[in-house]
Structure formats: C-alpha cells, structure tokens
Nanobody, 115 residues
C-alpha cells in the first residue's frame, strides 16, 4: 500500500489550494479516504472523509463550508480542495486508509497559510 500526497505550498490567507492523494498497491475504489493534518506542537487532527464510491462525505467543523473532499476512482486519486484558507489551516496534510486492521499513511504535504 502506498499513498502519496501533493499540492501543498505557501498561500496567503483567503487563498486556495488543491491537495491530491494518489493510491497504489491496493484497490483504491474499495476504500474510504481520510484527510488529516498536523500542526507543530498539536495532535494530528481529522479533517475530512469520503466513502469508497464518493457519495458520502464528512468534514470537521473547523473546515466545513471551506474544504471539499472528492475522488476519482479511475485515477486512484482523492482530492482536498481548500478554499478561504486561514493561518490556522497551516500544517502537514496526510491522507490515509484503514485496511485489515491497520492504518496506512502517506508522507504528507505541507500547507502554509501566511501573508
């Protein structure tokens, strides 16, 4: 199982970024995808989840209405569209799946929101 995140970067407050999470080594379309983030000195925080076929999504209260999670099972890729970014959205963003009793994580992509 491999998950690779990309799309992070430096953005001004109010800006947007789209993160990608590409999966390989497993049947991508059979698994829900979760996005988490971690800021320095803080616990890793759940951000959003999309189910296997993409028709059910959930968001943390802190990002609801600003972030959109989606997926393209033909491309084995999940996305996190982040709009109206705030400095408190700064952190390392990770995607994961839960399979056979284990969590599999990508290496993360850094998002920095700063003027």
């Amino acid at each position: 199982v491999q998950l690779v995140e990309s799309g992070g970067g430096l953005v001004q407050p109010g800006g947007s970024l789209r993160l990608s999470c590409v999966g390989s080594g497993f049947t991508f379309s059979r698994y829900a995808i979760n996005w988490y983030r971690q800021s320095p000195g803080k616990e890793r925080e759940w951000v959003a989840t999309i189910n296997d076929d993409g028709d059910a999504v959930e968001y943390a209260h802190s990002v609801k209405g600003r972030f959109i999670i989606s997926r393209d099972n033909f491309k084995d890729t999940a996305y996190l569209q982040m709009n109206s970014l705030k400095p408190e959205d700064t952190g390392q963003y990770f995607c994961n799946i839960y399979s056979s009793g284990s969590l599999f994580w990508g290496q993360g992509t850094q998002v920095t929101v700063s003027s």
